[in-house]
């Protein structure tokens, strides 16, 4: 029986099988299967019922839309329904019911960005726009770090960073970029602060704290941009006189709040202890201080009435004078403002607290730098609660 012989028997088996289902043949197994227009689609012989130890021959019922080759290699040709038989003499063993659409014209991805921890798996689904068809292959860029098999299901290997690339047969690409992270995800998180007031441009870091041995990135938000933003890594900015919320959440849900409140701008003097004299000396005349000789600090001491700055010959120094309406800040604590949340401000922009001295009844408690032991910073307190003074120094 020649070759052409048998793909019009095998056309009209497939005809009998798609339109008369309960003919003295054994019954073939059905796929459904859809295709982009120029798509192919490698039929797999040993994956069919019946098939082994068979030579098999392939049919199409209307070339036009999908064409099937003697290697059982089916290429999609314009957009419409065909079967696709698939069999040995006169016996169908499976009929490959094919609908070609559109070519997609792109992918999307359920995530752009994926956390997991070591071990765990979860899936990415890809999207094509409607009316279109395309098997998706997935890609890892670094399988020692995530692994995907054929259904997106992504898999953490060890900590670090890899792309997921889903293509299509077209080429169009999404990618999901997947951190891995070192520890498991954790089972809670504090952080450095609940609340915090700030003035207008003045910054703070929230610093968020997991339990032993885990691991996670963060996202942060706020709810209101005009009042506060943050950044990815957690360092607000004061914009706007008002109150908001910022929330860090980790890669698995836990989630904290920080409660902002922010008021009218105060100008931070910290720039006054700057490396030189000549530097000191322009702040000084930029604020529009008064010049005075300072005979107990040796020095020259240029003031208002709530701000003095005083330079001698090895040091500058910045003294916040006590007022009911403060104007000036240094590094974001100012008179009025309680110790705690001097400490929090402090705390953030890298000071460490380096002791506790009591003078004539007063507290002064100093703080440092590790990064730079020639300044320092001192807060006086009456009542041990609310600031009374606030000095900053400078030594050359």
């Known amino acids: 029986m020649n070759t052409r012989f048998i793909k019009q028997i095998l056309a009209l088996l497939l005809m009998l099988a798609l339109v008369v289902p ?84 792109k992918v999307t991805l359920s995530e752009k960005k994926l956390l997991i ?52 047969f077209n080429k169009k690409t999404a990618k999901c970029t997947v951190y891995v992270m070192a520890g498991p995800a954790p089972t809670s998180m504090a952080l450095n602060v609940e609340a915090v007031t700030l003035y207008v441009n003045e910054k703070f870091q929230v610093k968020p704290t997991l339990n032993e041995g885990s691991d996670t990135l963060y996202a942060y938000t706020t709810k209101n941009k005009k009042i506060a933003t943050v950044s990815s890594d957690g360092l607000i900015t004061a914009k706007k006189k008002g109150a908001t919320t910022i929330t860090v959440t980790t890669h698995n849900g836990l989630s904290k709040t920080v409660n902002v409140t922010v008021k009218a701008k105060l100008t931070d003097v910290y720039g006054a202890l700057t490396s030189s004299q000549s530097n000191f000396l322009k702040y000084a005349k930029k604020l529009k201080l008064k010049k005075d000789n300072d005979p107990e600090f040796k020095g020259v001491m240029y003031y208002n009435s709530q701000l003095a700055l005083i330079m001698d010959e090895d040091s500058c120094q910045v003294d916040l004078i006590p007022a009911t309406k403060p104007k000036y800040s240094l590094q ?37 730098r590790e990064d730079d032991a020639k300044r320092g910073i001192a807060i006086s307190t009456d009542d041990g609660k609310t600031i009374g003074g606030i000095v900053a120094v400078l030594k050359f």
């Open 22 to 105: 309960a003919v003295a043949f054994a019954e073939p197994a059905t796929v459904e299967l859809k295709l982009g227009v120029k798509e192919q689609y490698q039929i797999v012989g040993s994956t069919i019922p019946g098939a082994e130890g068979k030579t098999l021959r392939y049919a199409s019922s209307n070339k036009k839309v999908a064409t099937v080759s003697s290697s059982g290699v089916i290429t999609a040709k314009k957009k419409g329904s065909v079967g696709i038989a698939v069999g040995y003499d006169t016996t169908v063993l499976a009929v490959f019911q094919v609908t070609v659409l559109a070519a997609p014209k």
């Open 117 to 168: 921890s070591k071990d765990d798996t979860k899936q990415l689904v890809a999207t094509l726009p409607k009316k279109t068809a395309s098997a998706i292959a997935f890609a890892s860029s670094d399988p020692a770090v995530a692994t995907v098999d054929a259904l997106g299901n992504v898999k953490g290997v060890g900590s670090g960073k890899a792309v997921i690339t889903a293509t299509t």
């Open 332 to 368: 974001g604590i100012d008179m009025g403002m309680t110790l705690d949340e001097a400490k929090v401000k402090l705390t953030a922009y890298g000071w460490k607290e380096a002791g506790k001295t009591t003078v004539d009844g007063v507290d002064v408690y100093a703080f440092a």
